[in-house]
């Protein structure tokens, strides 16, 4: 089955770390991503993970990946204001075309000074 | 260079009435999507055009909705006639034909989304 599911709100202090989670069904996904939505703007892709990787780390953003649980989080340390902001876990559908995303309900982001 | 871009932001119509979104992708870009997000909830995928063709609609709802890419530029999403549950965010996308970029990862640019409220 196709579903991807998310929690959908977490609310953390500026400067400590924010954990969004993402769980999917679909075994054999290649592609898993992290879009981010602003207020009033389009999703933005902010990472990427292959599914024959465990871990990817980009500045600030750390990706885990859990295929035996298919659980994929998404790490963001030194939380900001300009943080806040909705975060879509997505897979790639069928696996390899990664024209067609399955998309999570989003997780909205709240940073508080 | 200019972004993904739709229009109108948002469209508030009766139900029974006739909505027509339309999406500039990026130039250039052949692959040209739609999504949708319905009530707070995921974000689904309705159609995928190469070019001027429809490769992919198995997420078209049903025959209310009608996709066109005349000449593979902008696309227009017509929905006729409306109902209360085609309330939502429509999201069109764009990417480049992977073949060109020699990348697997295709990232979609996403715009805006035009924002459908049926009364």
């Known amino acids: 089955g196709e579903d991807v599911e998310q929690s959908l709100f977490l609310s953390v202090r500026e400067g400590d770390s924010s954990v969004i989670n993402c769980t999917y069904t679909?075994?054999?996904?290649?592609?898993l991503y992290w879009y981010k939505q602003e207020p009033g703007a389009g999703l933005q892709l902010l990472t990427y993970?292959?599914?024959?990787?465990d871990m990817k780390q980009d500045q600030r953003l750390t990706v885990l990946l859990n295929k035996k649980d298919k659980h994929l989080s998404l790490r963001i340390a030194d939380t900001q204001t300009g943080d806040s902001a909705i975060y879509f876990c997505?897979?790639?559908?069928?696996?390899?075309?990664?024209?067609?995303?399955?998309f999570g309900t989003g997780t909205r982001l709240q940073v508080f000074p | 260079e200019a972004g993904v871009t739709q229009f109108p932001s948002h469209s508030v119509i009766e139900k029974g009435q006739t909505v027509t979104l339309r999406c500039d992708p990026i130039?250039?870009?052949?692959?040209l999507y739609w999504y949708r997000r319905v009530m707070g909830k995921e974000i689904k995928f309705l159609l995928h055009?190469?070019?001027?063709?429809?490769?992919?609609e198995s997420g078209m709802p049903n025959n209310r909705f009608l996709a066109e890419r005349t000449g593979g530029t902008y696309s227009t999403l017509k929905v006729q006639p409306a109902e209360l549950e085609d309330s939502g965010v429509y999201f069109c996308?764009?990417?480049?034909?992977?073949?060109?970029?020699?990348?697997?990862?295709?990232?979609?640019?996403f715009g805006e989304g035009s924002r459908l409220t049926v009364l």
């Open positions: 679909d075994s054999s996904s290649t592609y």
């Open positions: 997505a897979e790639s559908n069928p696996p390899g075309n990664t024209d067609k995303l399955i």
């Open positions: 055009f190469v070019k001027e063709s429809k490769q992919d």
């Open positions: 130039s250039g870009h052949d692959n």
């Open positions: 993970i292959f599914s024959n990787m």
């Open positions: 996308a764009s990417s480049q034909d992977r073949r060109r970029t020699n990348s697997n990862t295709g990232e979609l640019f």
